[in-house]
């Protein structure tokens, strides 16, 4: 699953605290979609999150959990996604959770279905740069250098740029893939339909779409076909 992983193109982020409708969720997993991944910045609880993976699974579609709070862990994802936000103010956030993790789970954590993110937030303004104070107002140059933190000394696999709610600046994103070597380059934020899709793929490996699914999914679900042309 780590090496299907660096070929997906294009994933839907569900968010376990959001309603959606059966007939919207099968439109979702039946979207040619490479992936769903789970998760969300509040209102995560290890009921919802499980009633969501079930629900998921009804379909033949990879599903993975990016896990932001300890409690709702929930066993029976194929990947677990592991943020650790390179540009946040409390350490916490780069390892203070990790090893707590560790220290309560160690002896049921499926280590081989783990992926490091090294997260890079970008929109102060969204609740993910907010819960984790992250300086978010960065420049390019600044964007580039923790991303080549990322890749070159902690030789992380993922580089995850979140804009989280608006759509974000394209030349910084083309700027922080060229200097990229190892890692894929994860981008999210503001991809609402064919074109943003298009734009955001042309400069990053996986886009990850998330609250069109809310706002407009009929819109939304043109974001895969975009991307698979592309």
Known sequence: MKQM????QHVFKL?????LSDEALQ?????????IMVGGSSGVT??????????????????????????AVVPGFDLYMIPMVLNTQQTNWIIGHHVQAVEQYGY???????????????????????VTQAVASLTTFEAAAYA???????????????YSGTFGDMELVSDVRRKLDGPRLFYGGGIIDADTARLAADVCDTI??????YNNLE????TVSAVKRS
Not at 208 to 213: H, K, L, P, R, S
Not at 219 to 222: D, G, R, S, V
């Open 5 to 8: 992983m660096q070929s997906w």
């Open 15 to 19: 968010d376990p605290d959001r309603e």
């Open 27 to 35: 439109a979702i997993c039946m979207s040619h979609t490479d992936a």
């Open 46 to 71: 290890y009921e919802n999150t499980d009633q969501l993976l079930s629900r998921v699974r009804q379909f033949d579609v990879p599903c993975v959990l990016e896990i932001s709070d300890l409690e």
């Open 108 to 130: 049921l954590i499926p280590w081989d279905k783990l992926i490091v993110e090294g997260y890079i937030i970008l929109n102060p303004d969204c609740t993910a740069a907010k």
């Open 148 to 162: 080549q933190v990322a890749d070159k000394m902690l030789q992380l696999p993922i580089v995850y740029l979140e």
């Open 208 to 213: 990850v779409v998330g609250n069109a699914i």
């Open 219 to 222: 819109q939304a679900l043109t």
